[in-house]
Structures are given as structure tokens and as C-alpha cells.
């Protein structure tokens, strides 16, 4: 039922790009992303609905590909106030339960 | 600004002390979660609860018990802690709509000696 999220860990230096996956098992309705800095509380990021529409961060864009159930959420240029762990959620199109994914740890160093 | 509450950051119990763990948020929010996160196996649910009175099971309910009252209220009760539930434990909250991101308080570092 929980997402699987890859890469498990990335490290980059500032500027550089990265693409976080997301790959649910149950046909999607939605999917979420958050942020988790070390040692405070997920921040969301984004949210995709199943049809295409979008609501979320200017400077972080997301796919999501419903046939596949899966989602790619893609930082760009990336800063070193993007390290941390994120989050995948996933809202399946049958019952309620949200899921979250396992995460995936991303460092930027200068 | 949202803001979600949780009673405290952290807390030293006992095996078998039953143990309280509360939640509250300010916005009139419908949902309200409990996960608990775990290195390497993110945010697993708990229960969750969509209106007063409400609850559903999560993944990993067992073991765990849950109350709400009270729409802005959640609570989290381990009937008889044990050391494999020492964890640290993520109240959030949302608008009723699936479109509606969540909002987590600063969590519960649970240690159960």
C-alpha cells in the first residue's frame, strides 16, 4: 500500500538537478509532496490531481502520470535550503487512506 | 498562519504505562492523522479521523487507540506501551478535500523504556 520512493538517498552540489520518483501499486487520485527539514515537521510542497491539475510551489514542479501510477517531482537548480528529506503521499481512487511514501534524503553541499 | 499543537515534544514512559498523546489545531480543520516515522520507513498511518467521533484505522493500528471529541482534539492512546512503539509520533490536519494539503504539528519523541 505505501508509495515506494527512489532514489532512497542523493547527494548534490549547488545548481545541480534532481528527480525524485514515486511509484504507488493502486490506480491514484491524487498525489502529494512534502519536505521535512532535520528535526521539524513535513512541510507540503505540491499536490497533483488525477485529470492534471496542479496546485503547489512555483520553484518545484512535479509529473504525474496516472496510467503508470507514479509521480516525478523535479528540483531544479537546486539550492542548499533544499536539503532534506521528502515525501511522496498518495490518495489511491478507491477508499480514503492517504500513504506516505518511505522518503528520499537529498543534500546539497557547496 | 495554521497551526497544529501536540502536548509534548517529548516523553519517557514506561512498558505497560498507558500513555496519552494530544493534538490539537486551530483552523477548523475535518481530518485529522496520526502517523508515527520511523529511519527508513517514512510516515506510516495510524488512524485517522474525518468529523467528531469519527475514526478509521490506518496501517499500523495496533496497538493504538484514538478519541475525538472534539473537532479540533485528536488523541492518541497507547493502552499498554510497549518498547517497539518508541517512535516519534506526527499529528496533522486537513480541510476535508482530498485537494487540501496536510498540516503536521512538531511531533512527539516517544521513548518506552
Known amino acids: 500500500q505505501q508509495p515506494v520512493q527512489s532514489p532512497q538517498a542523493v547527494i548534490l552540489r549547488e545548481g545541480e538537478d534532481a528527480v525524485i520518483n514515486c511509484s504507488s501499486s493502486?490506480?491514484?487520485?491524487?498525489v502529494h509532496w512534502y519536505r521535512q527539514k532535520h528535526g521539524e515537521a513535513p512541510v507540503f510542497l505540491m499536490i497533483l490531481l488525477k485529470g492534471g491539475e496542479q496546485k503547489g510551489h512555483e520553484k518545484i514542479s512535479a509529473s504525474f502520470n496516472e496510467k503508470k501510477q507514479q509521480s516525478s517531482l523535479y528540483l531544479t537548480a537546486s539550492q542548499l535550503s533544499y536539503s532534506g528529506t521528502y515525501f511522496c503521499g498518495t490518495l489511491p481512487n478507491t477508499g480514503n487512506q492517504f500513504y506516505f511514501g518511505t522518503g528520499t534524503s537529498l543534500t546539497v553541499i557547496p | 498562519d495554521v497551526k497544529v499543537t501536540q502536548s509534548s515534544r517529548y516523553l519517557v514512559k514506561r512498558t505497560g504505562e498507558k500513555v496519552f498523546l494530544e493534538c490539537v489545531q486551530d483552523?477548523?480543520?475535518?481530518?485529522m492523522f496520526w502517523y508515527r516515522q520511523d529511519p527508513g520507513l517514512g510516515l506510516r498511518l495510524i488512524y485517522f479521523s474525518y468529523d467528531v467521533k469519527m475514526k478509521e484505522k490506518g496501517d499500523i493500528p495496533e496497538g493504538y487507540s484514538v478519541s475525538r471529541e472534539k473537532k479540533e482534539r485528536f488523541s492518541l492512546i497507547l493502552e499498554s506501551a510497549s518498547t517497539n512503539q518508541t517512535s516519534m509520533y506526527l499529528c496533522a490536519s486537513s480541510f476535508a478535500s482530498s485537494y487540501n494539503e496536510q498540516f503536521f504539528g512538531p511531533g512527539t519523541r516517544l521513548t518506552v523504556l
Open positions: 483552523m477548523d480543520h475535518e481530518n
Open positions: 493502486k490506480a491514484l487520485y491524487s
